[in-house]
DNA sequence: GTTCTTCATATAGTTTTTCTATATCGTCGT
DNA sequence: ACGACGATATAGAAAAACTATATGAAGAAC
């Protein structure tokens, strides 16, 4: 690209809209400036390519033989230039790109996003599915769902609801569950890589974690739920995994009590940018679905 | 194109070159700049578009999703302008364009250009054929070959040959003539549109334009010539227009005296512009191809 | 033919942008 | 821990671009 450096930009955008637009005043409208400067920009940049590019006419600027040639290309990369820059701001303006985690986003959010997307057809959302902490700041992701503390620098934080756990099974297996200490009957699917642990929800009634039977182990919550559906265990989920599950009779819960694990789910958005209505109205939607399946949950 | 306004043209460019070198040293260095300007530049350019383009890692820029996108068209575009650049000052480098009248142009010129072809092979001659003067100035001519008395504002003139009118007619034609007077008994054919006079030969020898028999008229010299050598008559000629005819036998010059018409044939280029190598090479060739032309006509 | 309008351009001064140079901070590899 | 590499902030300097005005040239209209 090193021939672009003998000519100014500026100077060849100038040529390519004179060449369309046939004279300075027209020019200058379109590029937003005076007549002057048009003029100034044609003339520097025909002496950094060394041809002239116009002849001029009383009626404006007529391309020369040669000129044209040139004018036909700067127009066609000017044209992909400016659909490049159409394409980008308008797919930022319209485009809600959301960092989630992925069980959070398969299990809870994706199933639910036909009705945000009933609610603001124009906004397009994009899901970037990973377990990294992202910063708005320095990336093209607008907000993000994390589970955790809430102990994020340099981000806004808001809280959304706290992630409460409690254990999940197949209906049949249900039946051998009257009270919390059955659990040491059933057996147990676990998830390798959870930072939850049983003690949490079984602390409350007085037991341990070491009564439980071992049983089969998953790298990944989805697929210890999908495992408890098809009844190889019993497993300890929180709200937004289980939901769906519950509401349409795959698992049941087994007790009613539910118990903090000390985590939240917090909506996270930039500390320093202002916030543009697409987030806004995410965060409004967001808001009402966790409330209505809290709602559910609770009944 | 009006999206274009709402980013500045170095930002893009430095958008692009970033996407493509991945740190900001590489594209300083392609820029020309300063790694700090490349930064400033790419920041307004975010900013600008409302969008995070790259992510900052430790090694340098990455492109976010929907950067990526951005940047191959941006790529797209600044390659076509790129190649604009290079085409149009590789060719006028490379292409001499020269304004001479159609006559001198189908006559004289294109039949001996193959020698300069041959001669230097890299440039190539684009002969725009006009009677109008032409401004080296403000068009895309290099050079002009005109007759005239060489008065001419605004450009550099060179003086070429005087230009000497004789006339010329068919072999069989010129039998006939043995000294000027007989030119009365011959028939004349006149090129309508010249402002050469039968007088301007005559008077030396005492006669004048009023004892010349009538004869076909012509609105262009070329078909005068044709006129004369299929017979029609007796034209009055002069060096560059009737030469290949009687190098060829075609027409002959009954009579050896050449007399000057008052105009001359001038070489045209800028007063201003500092002259390129095809140029010079050109003159050099054009003298010698006129020497040469003269030599053979004297004997 | 004269006047008017429509063009482009020259010039000078101002405003804006861009660039450099330096310092700082973060991350990686040794 | 230390050095290398990479991005960014900042302030001052340099360069570019812009405005406003005047000028000249060529058609068009009366």
New interface residues.
Partial sequence: ???????H??G??AL??AGRLGTLQRTAD???VSPGAVSQQIIKAERQ?????F??TPRGLAP????S??LA??S??????????????G???A?L?ISVAPVFASKWLVPRLARFRKLHPDIRV?I?ASTELIDP????VDLGIRVGTGNWPRVKKEFLLPQEVFPVCAPELALLLKEPADLANVPIVRDANSNLSWDLWLKPFGLSETMLAAGDSFTDAALCLDAAITGQGVMLAWQTLAFDALASGLVVAPFRERFHSGFGYFLITSATQSEPRKISKFRDWLKAEIAASEERLAR
């Fill in positions: 690209m090193k021939n672009l450096n003998r000519v930009l500026n060849l955008r390519e809209a379109e590029l937003g390519l060394g041809a002239t590019i002849e001029r020369t033989r040669s000129g040639a040139l290309r700067l066609a990369g000017f044209r992909e230039l400016d659909k490049a820059v159409e394409l980008a701001s797919q930022t303006e485009t790109t994009r970037d700041d320095r990336s093209d």
